[in-house]
């Protein structure tokens, strides 16, 4: 599951990467939980993803990956301008 390989990465404080159809992204994952619709979600900072996406702060959905690997890259979170209990995130399992 990819909620698990998300809490992997938080736990041993390294990147995630997430595999799209067509790119993938690193993130680094501050907070792991669940949408109002129940879908897994996670509030990360993204270090490298679609050609032109901007770095920062990103709300994903993790229904929209295909896969994920837990990276050897050292994640540096907590990243500025990080706040706990993310009220993007309807239900908390994992945060910082």
């Given at each position: 599951?990819?909620?698990d390989k998300a809490?992997?990465?938080?736990?041993t404080q390294r990147q995630?990467?997430?595999r799209y159809e067509t790119f993938s992204r690193h993130?680094?994952?501050h907070a792991?939980?669940?949408s109002r619709t129940g879908r897994a979600?996670?509030?990360?900072w993204v270090r490298s993803g679609r050609r032109g996406e901007l770095k920062g702060w990103k709300l994903l959905d993790l229904s929209e990956a295909l896969d994920a690997e837990v990276s050897e890259a050292a994640?540096?979170?907590p990243r500025r301008g990080y706040r706990r209990s993310d009220p993007g995130i309807e239900r908390i399992v994992w945060e910082l």
């Open positions: 599951m990819l909620i809490a992997e990465a938080l736990r995630l990467e997430l993130v680094e994952v792991i939980g669940y979600i996670l509030r990360a994640s540096i979170a």
